[in-house]
């Protein structure tokens, strides 16, 4: 009877695993700030399809405004090479992608997912709480 629990333990265990989601070696780092996204400090979150850098997290937080309420935050570190000094995520100029000169890699900032280049993994996620005024970036 053991023996059927487990293999039925084992099996569920499978079932809910079905390999798509890769796990990024980015370690976790606490990070919680606020801001004000609608002020002239914040300047470049006050219109849609806006983003600004910001320092925290592993390599630097990319914050990027879709619309009116809904925020992404990402770390600037590659999922690829995150431990390369020179291996930061910039947003190109076109502000669809994200990108890392240094590996060649490409992510939607939409989720974060990878567009091109050497890694299959998606960029490291922050969470975003935004309230209409007060925009909390945390994990």
Known sequence: MKKILGLLFIGLLLASCNGRYEHSTI???????????NSVTYS???HYGGYQYFTGGVAGVIVYRLDESTFFAYDRACPYDWEDKDSWLWVDPGGLLIVDDHC?????????????GPTSLSLKHYKCRYDGVALLVYN
């Open 44 to 46: 470049e979150l006050n």
């Open 27 to 37: 370690p976790n780092v606490d990070l919680r700030f606020t801001i004000y996204p």
């Open 104 to 116: 060649g890699a490409k992510f939607s900032i939409l989720d974060g997912s990878p567009v091109d």
